[in-house]
């Protein structure tokens, strides 16, 4: 599987981007977001399985808001009211099937910074 990730840049704090990542096929297994900051370790930002169980990390709750289109193979993080912490590089991951190892994209850097 291989995923091409799009959507990332700079925004002003309170400010929304969208993040779209598509896979090269169809994907019956979980898809997700991950993010890495300067310094840190990658951490876990949204889950969905294909038949759209969501999780969050606590921190994102009610600002990010993740989607999939299984005909197209894709998933959506929208994200709202960006604060300079949500500042990181953004990977999607995908599973094949439920129990597939994991493929990720390239990464797309978000900026937040006034």
């Known amino acids: 599987v291989q995923l091409q990730a799009s959507g990332g840049g700079s925004v002003q704090p309170g400010g929304s981007l969208r993040l779209s990542c598509a896979a090269s096929?169809?994907?019956?297994?979980?898809m997700g977001w991950y993010r890495q900051a300067p310094g840190k370790q990658r951490e876990l930002v949204a889950t969905i399985t294909h038949t759209g169980s969501i999780n969050y990390v606590d921190s994102v709750m009610g600002r990010f808001t993740i989607s999939r289109d299984n005909a197209k193979s894709t998933v959506y993080l929208q994200m709202d009211s960006l604060k300079p912490e949500d500042t990181a590089v953004y990977y999607c991951?995908?599973?094949?099937?439920?129990?597939?190892?994991?493929?990720w994209g390239q990464g797309t850097q978000v900026t937040v910074s006034s």
């Open positions: 991951n995908a599973k094949k099937y439920q129990f597939s190892v994991a493929s």
């Open positions: 096929g169809s994907i019956f297994g979980a």
